[in-house]
């Protein structure tokens, strides 16, 4: 995980904290963090204060970053999602750094993939693995998602099997969004699809988010690591699947 991603995930899920605590915690110098501070701050993530920082709320994270925040989880949600997707379905990958990881693990024949995320587009024209139908639209800032009235009409047209959703936050209620860009996207891929899943690694369950996507009722079920309380996931309507990275690993 890089330091930058380190960060945001600390303000994420604590609030505000001080330049000397945060250097303490990371093993870096005061001086290390302040420039971090700096550059996160540039990008809106962040409102530096004096003497520390606290999390800028309801916005997008880089999706550079993102990729590296929990990268192992991600990678073996993503195996282990791949892993339930058959021979011959048209698929629906949602935007997002864990959907990216269902992507790169496909291995089906004659299958179909619809996206609105470049990266995932990208990832399967380059593999040759699957029929690629790429959603158009225009592009979020700092993320690789394409959006807007085009979208919708473009996914209207079309009907898969199955689609897999990505979250921001996850809680009993059901996935929530830090934004409310994508949610008559999102609802509007949820009606062209037979079943639904979800793939979100254990720090999105409990955390703060503005916008409800859907309830959790819309789906087959969700995909996690095995960090995740297995009492707490107990108590969602819906089967959460907990994997370990560490036995996927090895397959």
């Known amino acids: 995980m890089s330091r930058q991603a380190e960060i945001i995930e600390i303000l994420q899920?604590?609030?505000?904290?001080?330049?000397?605590?945060?250097?303490?915690?990371?093993?870096?110098n005061p001086s290390t963090i302040r420039r971090e501070f700096e550059k996160l701050e540039q990008l809106e993530l962040i409102q530096r204060t004096h003497g520390g920082a606290y999390p800028v709320k309801q916005t997008d994270t880089p999706s550079l970053i993102k990729e590296s925040l929990h990268h192992r989880e991600k990678e073996a949600i993503g195996r282990a999602m791949a892993d339930k997707v058959l021979d011959g379905q048209t698929i629906l990958l949602d935007s997002g750094s864990t959907t990216l990881e269902v992507a790169k693990h496909l291995d089906n024949s004659r299958l179909t993939v619809v996206t609105n995320d470049l990266r995932i587009g990208l990832e399967i024209a380059n593999r040759q693995c699957a029929h690629l139908v790429l959603i158009g639209g225009e592009l979020l800032p700092n993320v690789y998602t394409l959006w807007g009235p085009s979208s919708v009409q473009q996914i209207e047209q079309l009907r898969v099997d199955v689609a897999i959703f990505g979250a921001d936050t996850?809680?009993?209620?059901?996935?929530?969004?830090?934004?409310?860009y994508e949610l008559e996207l999102k609802r509007t891929m949820?009606?062209?699809?037979?079943?639904?899943?979800?793939?979100?690694?254990?720090s999105k369950f409990g955390r703060e988010a503005l916008f409800k996507v859907f309830g959790l009722d819309q789906f087959t079920a969700g995909i996690t690591d095995d960090l995740l309380d297995p009492i707490?996931?107990?108590h969602f309507p819906v089967p959460i699947i907990s994997v370990s990275p560490q036995r996927l690993a090895k397959k």
């Open 13 to 28: 899920d604590e609030g505000f904290q001080s330049v000397v605590e945060l250097a303490r915690r990371l093993g870096v």
């Open 170 to 180: 996850v809680d009993e209620q059901g996935i929530f969004n830090t934004s409310s």
């Open 190 to 202: 949820r009606s062209i699809a037979k079943e639904a899943f979800f793939v979100a690694d254990s």
């Open 232 to 234: 707490r996931a107990s």
